[in-house]
């Protein structure tokens, strides 16, 4: 009997297509600790995970600029937007969640074996360096900011030109429109393969730092993820029942799941802002309002980050056995929330402020360098989980402001 191989290979593409994106990864990961194990001299399939983070980071400061741009260039007039109580559930979320990790950090005091180090990396000198470079990066060239993946630039220069189109022609609009439509398609493609990718990820993580060595920063990792998962599942669950007055856990585990997974495994806020954008949609949210603030959220909503921050500084303070007296963790919590919104725009991101924090105790630059080098031992899990927190939050916030509105107006939340 004949058998059409070609349509037993696409019976097999329709069967992969047809399963959850979530599940798809989870074999995905499977697969690269498998293979990691049992075929580690075949180094071609970590090419895969090269290629995808490198698709992601290529594609990614041109989503945002055109996903803002478009968004404000065709804004209705005078119609009511939530982006005031977002910016600000953005900030206090950041806070609050620099403020667990420091109660976190002192209940549960972990401290480092300082004998790595973060060579040719050159972290902030203070905090007018930090305003001073957010400052720069404002105005920077907006091609340079685009090729650089200054995303603090890229949303300035975003909010500029989407401003001065407003007034432009609807063909114009339609066109920009079009192109942001055209990106954020490539960017769901790219996703697509992301089981592909997380499959080269895991697979050089397995080989060249192996999943034991991480155990000997297990009550650090246990640590940064304690106090996301708290803030996750608590904290912001509790905002939400502010906002709306009802169940909170439905929204935040849609939230966690729909957003939350991708983001842990592409690592990549600004990537995942199509399935934020696509999650919104599903929520039934303001498009004028969500089309703004998830890109916008994808810069300066860094509850995750802030963590990261705290408790890096706070396990260098234990470890020196430095004291960390109540109006110092006051101020470490707001200089790390700070220091968070501002980690798009400085290289290296969240590990590269942890100098900064640092100078708060008087811990030299170079004992404060090794935190960083221990930051990027466990980033493979640290920032997994901080983009998750990050990404997802984007989603919750947006919807808590307009369904705290609706409340208000006597309208329906659902």
Same mark, same amino acid.
């Given at each position: 009997?004949?058998?059409?191989?070609?349509?037993?290979?696409?019976?097999?593409?329709?069967?992969?297509?047809?399963?959850?994106?979530?599940?798809?990864?989870?074999?995905?990961?499977?697969?690269?600790?498998?293979?990691?194990?049992?075929?580690?001299?075949?180094?071609?399939?970590?090419?895969?995970?090269?290629?995808?983070?490198?698709?992601?980071?290529?594609?990614?400061p041109i989503l945002v600029f055109f996903l803002v741009m478009s968004a404000l260039c065709q804004a209705k007039q005078g119609k009511h937007t939530n982006m005031k109580s977002i910016v600000m559930l953005y900030l206090l979320g950041t806070f609050i969640a620099g403020a667990v990790a420091v109660l976190g950090s002192f209940l549960f005091p972990v401290e480092l074996t300082l004998?790595?180090?973060?060579?040719?990396?050159?972290?902030?000198?203070?905090?007018?360096?930090?305003?001073?470079?957010?400052?720069?990066?404002?105005?920077?060239?907006?091609?340079?900011?685009?090729?650089?993946?200054?995303?603090?630039?890229?949303?300035?220069?975003?909010?500029?030109?989407?401003?001065?189109?407003?007034?432009?022609?609807?063909?114009?609009?339609?066109?920009?429109?079009?192109?942001?439509?055209?990106?954020?398609?490539?960017?769901?493609?790219?996703?697509?393969?992301?089981?592909?990718?997380?499959?080269?990820?895991?697979?050089?993580?397995?080989?060249?730092?192996? @999943?034991?060595?991480?155990?000997?920063? #297990?009550? =650090?990792? %246990?640590?940064?993820?304690?106090?996301?998962?708290? *803030? +996750?599942?608590?904290?912001?669950?509790?905002?939400?029942?502010?906002?709306?007055?009802?169940?909170?856990?439905?929204?935040?585990?849609?939230?966690?799941?729909?957003?939350?997974?991708?983001?842990?495994?592409?690592?990549?806020?600004?990537?995942?802002?199509?399935?934020?954008?696509?999650?919104?949609?599903?929520?039934?949210?303001?498009?004028?309002?969500?089309?703004?603030?998830?890109?916008?959220?994808?810069?300066?909503?860094?509850?995750?980050?802030?963590?990261?921050?705290?408790?890096?500084?706070?396990?260098?303070?234990?470890?020196?056995?430095?004291?960390?007296? @109540?109006?110092?963790?006051?101020?470490? #919590?707001? =200089?790390? %929330?700070?220091?968070?919104?501002?980690?798009?725009? *400085? +290289?290296?991101?969240?590990?590269?402020?942890?100098?900064?924090?640092?100078?708060?105790?008087?811990?030299?630059?170079?004992?404060?360098?090794?935190?960083?080098?221990?930051?990027?031992?466990?980033?493979?899990?640290?920032?997994?989980?901080?983009?998750?927190?990050?990404?997802?939050?984007?989603?919750?916030?947006?919807?808590?402001?307009?369904?705290?509105?609706?409340?208000?107006?006597?309208?329906?939340?659902?």
């Amino acid at each position: 009997m004949y058998i059409d191989k070609n349509r037993g290979g696409k019976c097999m593409i329709s069967k992969w297509n047809n399963l959850s994106l979530v599940f798809r990864i989870i074999i995905g990961l499977c697969a690269g600790v498998i293979l990691g194990i049992t075929v580690p001299h075949l180094s071609v399939i970590s090419l895969l995970g090269t290629l995808f983070v490198g698709a992601l980071k290529a594609i990614a400061p041109i989503l945002v600029f055109f996903l803002v741009m478009s968004a404000l260039c065709q804004a209705k007039q005078g119609k009511h937007t939530n982006m005031k109580s977002i910016v600000m559930l953005y900030l206090l979320g950041t806070f609050i969640a620099g403020a667990v990790a420091v109660l976190g950090s002192f209940l549960f005091p972990v401290e480092l074996t300082l004998t790595v180090g973060a060579e040719g990396i050159a972290p902030p000198s203070g905090v007018w360096q930090v305003l001073q470079n957010l400052l720069m990066n404002v105005v920077a060239n907006p091609v340079d900011a685009l090729i650089n993946a200054n995303y603090i630039g890229i949303l300035s220069w975003a909010i500029v030109f989407g401003l001065a189109l407003k007034h432009s022609s609807e063909v114009t609009k339609t066109v920009i429109g079009n192109i942001s439509d055209a990106v954020s398609q490539g960017v769901k493609w790219i996703i697509q393969c992301a089981p592909f990718g997380i499959m080269g990820l895991v697979f050089n993580t397995t080989v060249t730092t192996g @999943i034991v060595s991480l155990l000997s920063y #297990s009550k =650090l990792i %246990a640590l940064l993820v304690g106090c996301m998962a708290f *803030v +996750a599942l608590i904290v912001n669950p509790i905002i939400v029942f502010i906002g709306t007055r009802q169940n909170p856990y439905p929204l935040v585990l849609k939230c966690l799941n729909e957003s939350g997974i991708t983001a842990f495994f592409t690592r990549s806020s600004a990537a995942n802002i199509p399935v934020n954008m696509k999650l919104c949609e599903d929520l039934g949210l303001d498009e004028d309002t969500y089309s703004v603030s998830i890109p916008l959220g994808a810069t300066i909503n860094m509850a995750g980050a802030a963590i990261t921050i705290s408790v890096l500084t706070l396990a260098a303070a234990h470890t020196l056995g430095i004291n960390v007296d @109540i109006p110092t963790a006051i101020i470490l #919590s707001v =200089l790390s %929330a700070v220091s968070a919104c501002g980690a798009s725009g *400085v +290289a290296g991101g969240s590990l590269l402020l942890v100098p900064l924090a640092c100078s708060l105790f008087g811990i030299p630059a170079e004992i404060a360098m090794q935190v960083v080098g221990v930051g990027f031992i466990v980033g493979v899990i640290q920032d997994s989980c901080e983009t998750a927190l990050n990404s997802s939050t984007d989603v919750l916030y947006t919807a808590v402001a307009e369904f705290a509105q609706r409340r208000k107006d006597g309208k329906s939340v659902k």
